[in-house]
């Protein structure tokens, strides 16, 4: 095989200079864009995080004083899910991927994808401004009473910020919709489209539905605040649990906007990394728009200690349920795609190994929260830390950098360093059950979370989960090194390193501007594994 | 039209001066009717109105009337999702006098 040039014309050389970029129209140009921008804060709330895990170290408050500490963990989750996890996948790898994936040029609206960048970093300082002015201390999720009339920190700012960002959210996902509606390539039906893209479709209908709710609830927060409206104040006839009902209605989807686009990633990389077909492709499409939907009608799972009604919460409970069938089908599909695969161990499919097991354990105790009985006793725990940060740092998170490593050098048109990256997924794997499993035993003896002291017996578990932390860190400090030492130095990928199926490895690596010269016309079907297209793809 | 898109619509100037005299007359006929006491149905009356209001808003002003199957779809999946958030968010505040009632928790 000759040995891949890397191309003098692609969507990197074409235009330099800081202008070119910031008024770039290019859909990949925008995504790298976001995946600086994501990057920046995904280590600024990896920042707080440290703080958290040194302060819980001890059992004494001995690092922090109990109002630093309440604003450390609120701008570490409030970083991580605005700022990170709701635009990480879809806005950087969607952006990039979706175009070549249906054979077209850009999204519809290019000028939108380049505004709804502009509209998240707006969103961004707004909440940077928060933390330069002393920080905001009511928790990611600005329950009331406390956030509308008792909170005397930043709770305007730090709200509108992720009030802005929002609509970054809402413009990404209409112009997603837009595109897999109408520029498809001739040939290309639904049924022969890429699994990722489905998962993003499904994304963008809740991105679409949902976050317009919660940018109303943020508002009424800030009517609230600023013209006592009362509308959550019980003394003038309001409600604060109103406020959950609100908030949850939005956030437990958001759940879903963050985890679908990764379980779009594992499709495609498992089916790369097996050689075959995903087994039931229908099913795990459709289960992508079953998890949007059911994901819509469960809210009231995170308030079932909040004052809510006992019938209320007995159909909320058996509603929760139902989002374990479609997440099941997933991982029942993706675990018979790989049985009798041919299967291998590169990077991307090291985290799609990891995935499996801490979405899996994440999903599951799922399950004791949507239970009433057991969520009475482990509402407010650590258990609760714990599962989430399995679903959204085990289940998301991995996808993601699964994805990163996957398409990188689709992205960038060289390769990293494979020794350097199998450590760093085995780190982020290992470091990350150090960190997160003692949380559920924890949580499960009644540690309370957001408290910065604890009695004396939680200390060797919580110091397991800060050593943990370390190593996690590590593991997601390599990449870094590796990924930009890769720009310079890492050898020409060639158009499709990995013998991989699908149209937009079909392209050059990078791409041009244009994607493809002319509009791909002869459409293979999805997954398309037959040892003959094996044997060509990597020929190309 | 069953794919919509490409055809654009142009309803004629009179139709859009109708509509805003229907939604003028509605809004008087809201603050006459928060004058009467109605009870209970003070409310429902308002949001009655207001819905009229938003439906013909959304079918001339926003053209949905004249728009493609696809679209209508949208505008309906939109409604369903917000039926969902009010009728389970009323599932907790209606039968919250009922009887034995005890907040979760306590």
Redesign the interface.
């Given at each position: 095989m000759e040995t891949p040039v890397y191309p003098a014309h692609n969507y990197l050389t074409n235009g330099h200079g800081l202008k070119s970029w910031l008024l770039t129209k290019d859909h990949k140009r925008i995504a790298i864009l976001y995946l600086i921008s994501i990057s920046a804060f995904f280590f600024l709330g990896g920042l707080f995080a440290v703080g958290i895990r040194l302060e819980l170290t001890t059992p004494q408050g001995d690092l922090f004083q109990p109002d630093t500490y309440n604003k450390f963990f609120t701008l570490h989750g409030v970083i991580m899910v605005f700022f990170f996890l709701i635009p990480s996948v879809p806005a950087v790898l969607g952006n990039f991927l979706i175009p070549p994936m249906i054979g077209a040029k850009d999204l519809a609206f290019p000028r939108i994808n380049l505004l709804s960048w502009y509209i998240y970093v707006v969103g961004g300082i707004f909440t940077l401004f928060a933390i330069v002015a002393g920080g905001v201390d009511t928790g990611w999720t600005f329950y009331t009473p406390y956030s509308a009339a008792s909170s005397s920190t930043n709770v305007v700012p730090t709200a509108l910020g992720v009030f802005i960002s929002g609509f970054s959210s809402i413009l990404t996902g209409l112009n997603f919709i837009v595109t897999i509606?109408?520029m498809r390539a001739p040939g290309l039906h639904w049924f022969k489209l890429p699994l990722f893209v489905w998962a993003h479709y499904a994304t963008s209908l809740i991105q679409v539905?949902g976050t317009p709710?919660v940018a109303i609830t943020i508002v009424m927060v800030f009517a609230e605040r600023a013209f006592g409206f009362g509308i959550f104040d019980p003394q003038r006839g309001g409600d604060p649990?109103?406020f959950q009902?609100?908030f949850w209605?939005y956030s437990h989807p958001a759940v879903y906007i963050m985890i679908l686009p990764a379980l779009g990633v594992i499709s495609e990389i498992v089916s790369t990394f097996s050689r075959k077909r995903i087994f039931g492709y229908s099913f795990v499409a459709f289960s992508s728009l079953a998890i949007a939907v059911f994901g819509?009608?469960v809210?009231?799972h995170h308030m079932?200690?909040?004052?809510?009604?006992?019938?209320?919460?007995m159909?909320?409970s058996f509603l929760s349920f139902s989002v374990a069938i479609p997440s099941a089908v997933k991982v029942f599909n993706w675990s018979a795609t790989l049985h009798r695969g041919s299967l291998s161990f590169e990077a991307p499919m090291l985290y799609v190994y990891g995935f499996f097991g801490l979405f899996l354990i994440g999903g599951l105790t799922g399950l004791f929260l949507a239970t009433?009985g057991t969520d009475?006793h482990l509402?407010d725990t650590y258990f609760v830390v714990a599962h989430f940060h399995y679903i959204m740092v085990g289940g998301a998170i991995m996808g993601y950098l699964g994805g990163v490593h996957f398409w990188w050098p689709k992205m960038i048109g060289r390769m990293y360093s494979e020794f350097w990256s199998r450590i760093s997924a085995i780190l982020v794997f290992v470091g990350f059950n150090l960190t997160f499993f003692p949380q559920f035993v924890l949580g499960y003896m009644g540690m309370p979370r957001r408290y910065h002291m604890y009695p004396d017996e939680f200390q060797v578990l919580n110091v397991l989960s800060s050593g943990g932390a370390a190593v996690l860190g590590l593991g997601y400090l390599l990449p870094v090194i590796y990924l930009l030492y890769s720009l310079k130095y890492g050898e020409v990928a060639g158009n499709n390193p990995w013998g991989a199926s699908g149209l937009e490895w079909r392209t050059q690596s990078p791409p041009l501007t244009e994607n493809f010269l002319e509009v791909p016309t002869d459409i293979p079907e999805a997954y398309e594994y037959t040892p003959k297209v094996v044997r060509e793809a990597k020929l190309v | 039209m069953s794919s919509g898109h490409s055809g654009v619509h142009v309803s004629p100037l009179s139709t859009y001066l109708s509509i805003f005299a229907a939604l003028m007359v509605l809004s008087a006929i809201t603050v006459g009717a928060a004058f009467v006491n109605l009870g209970a149905f003070n409310p429902i009356v308002a949001l009655a109105i207001a819905g009229v209001k938003a439906t013909l808003v959304i079918l001339f002003f926003m053209h949905v009337k004249y728009s493609s199957r696809l679209t209508k779809l949208t505008v309906v999946l939109s409604l369903f999702f917000v039926a969902i958030l009010f009728a389970e968010t009323l599932m907790d505040y209606a039968t919250r006098g009922w009887l034995n009632y005890t907040p979760m928790g306590q």
């Open positions: 509606h109408r539905l709710v649990v109103l009902h609100l209605f819509f009608i809210w009231a079932f200690v909040a004052g809510i009604t006992v019938y209320a919460a159909v909320f009433l009475i509402h | -």
